[in-house]
């Protein structure tokens, strides 16, 4: 038996004339954890639905056991031992795990009891500590991924891709998830995993495979790569001294406090939160998952309410506001662009150009009557590229784009309201390095600009490498305040776990 579980060969798929992968061969090896690496639009993802029957290959072949195939749904893919998990969950939320496992497989007559007992043992054997009687909607990010992984061992798949897999991971899920990826390895499953966590493909995978435009530029053993190598041949071009620089020596004056934050409550998550920020410098905010730091701001951006009684008070330009819902919030100028994109940030099957006009109609004080199909054009073809949004057209769907490129759609719908308080809530989630230099770019213009700028993020470089001051949350307020040229990642962590 030949020793490549699944290969394309010469794959070419075309959407309106352009190639979203351009005649590219890739071969995955029996029990193998292969990584897919590539800048957002590279084809990562168009290669990876091809394999599981999600997307139709415009030309070229693939083969699984040395046998032509062409599946035209994931239901073939799947019958042929592909499965993929996807970064936005496929689980139905309102059933339970059990259910969810067994979702097309069920008999003709189906007891309950049965379908748990089965999904419990099951679980147990696989080391998976996830209960079969819960509903999905109430499972964490990590358990929700044991439930899909189980579902495709479950269907007897040889071949599982993970798209993004560790994006909304804490690091000690992340760990777990590594071990269960090479748990799979044992039992001969071969895994492919796209992330754009380049140490992720080094420290996981035995081999690497870079796309770039939509080409194989390189296929190669991961002991064979470093970052810079990964990098040049991600972009073409080195970006290790712009990605995350040397340490600050110099950092932006504070302006004047467009807004200040005392004893704020939201229970459980924040308690007796107070913080400030200045106009002209970009705030970075850091902390450990549950410290209150999304919730703060998003109180303050009206998403969510605080406490009615004793809730402390929200001042923008020291005039005391209380929001309860976002809209007030965006005409007084504040805009908040969320960690979480593909729930809370587009119409997925709006255009780009809709979108991001949709953006500009929330600033009218009544909204507006009318809907002008040349003006949201134009407003599309402009912030196109002024973000340089790798699209076909202003009139592609958002959700055809790369993580990337629609988390520059949400960042190009708030800034188009000409905001004065931009919050940014981990602006490069998902979002390949090349993208990361083009939004840390745009962020730092927004402070040179005047603008009173927040970054939250969980990744240490990227709070020392954007902010001018940085605030440490710990357990549902700010315990800590640094300035860039003082703070260490040593000082920060501190703050943060003691």
Do not use: C
């Amino acid at each position: 038996m030949s020793d490549i579980a699944l290969s394309l060969s010469k794959a070419t798929k075309l959407y309106g004339g352009v190639p979203a992968i351009d005649d590219v061969d890739f071969d995955l090896r029996r029990s193998e954890i292969h990584a897919i690496v590539g800048e957002n639009g590279a084809g990562k993802s168009t290669l990876t639905k091809v394999m599981a029957g999600v997307v139709t290959l415009t030309s070229g072949a693939m083969m699984i056991d040395s046998v032509d195939v062409a599946p035209r749904t994931p239901l073939e893919a799947r019958n042929l031992g592909v499965a993929m998990v996807f970064q936005e969950n496929s689980l139905v939320p309102t059933m339970t795990v059990a259910q969810n496992l067994f979702l097309g497989q069920e008999k003709f007559y189906n007891r309950l009891r049965g379908i748990y007992i089965a999904a419990q043992q099951f679980l147990q054997s696989l080391n998976f500590d996830v209960t079969p009687t819960a509903t999905v909607s109430g499972l964490g990010a990590a358990k929700k991924q044991m439930v899909e992984i189980a579902r495709a061992v479950l269907h007897k798949a040889k071949v599982i891709i993970f798209d993004e897999p560790t994006a909304s991971l804490t690091p000690e899920e992340k760990k777990y998830f590594f071990d269960l990826v090479r748990d799979l390895k044992k039992r001969g499953v071969s895994i492919i995993f796209i992330s754009h966590a380049l140490e992720e493909a080094l420290l996981l995978a035995d081999r690497i495979t870079v796309l770039r435009d939509g080409k194989h530029v390189v296929t190669d053993d991961a002991s064979k790569f470093d970052r810079a190598r990964i990098v040049h041949a991600m972009v073409g071009r080195d970006l290790s001294n712009t990605l995350y620089g040397a340490r600050k020596d110099k950092v932006r004056p504070s302006g004047r406090r467009v807004l200040t934050v005392q004893n704020l409550k939201m229970a459980p998550m924040v308690k007796n939160n107070s913080l400030s920020v200045f106009a002209g410098q970009i705030t970075g905010v850091f902390g450990l998952v549950g410290a209150g730091r999304t919730e703060t701001f998003k109180i303050v951006s009206g998403v969510f309410k605080r406490d009615f009684f004793h809730g402390g008070e929200v001042l923008l330009n020291d005039k005391p506001v209380r929001y309860r819902v976002p809209a007030p919030a965006v005409k007084a100028g504040i805009a908040y662009v969320t960690e979480d994109r593909k729930v809370e940030g587009f119409f997925e099957t709006a255009s780009i150009a809709r979108n991001v006009y949709l953006g500009l109609l929330a600033k009218f004080p009544a909204g507006r009557a009318w809907f002008s199909q040349r003006e949201s054009n134009a407003v599309g073809k402009t912030w196109i590229e002024r973000l340089k949004v790798r699209a076909i057209g202003n009139e592609g769907k958002v959700v055809e784009l790369s993580g990337g490129n629609q988390q520059k759609v949400v960042i190009a719908k708030s800034l188009i309201q000409d905001p004065e308080l931009i919050i940014f809530d981990e602006p490069t989630r998902g979002v390949d390095v090349g993208a990361i230099v083009e939004i840390h770019e745009l962020i730092s213009r927004l402070a040179d600009e005047g603008k009173a700028v927040v970054v939250i993020s969980s990744y240490l470089p990227e709070i020392m490498a954007l902010s001018d001051r940085i605030l440490v949350s710990r357990q549902g307020k700010v315990v800590e305040e640094f300035s860039a040229l003082e703070a260490t990642e040593e000082k920060i962590m501190y703050a943060a776990i003691h």
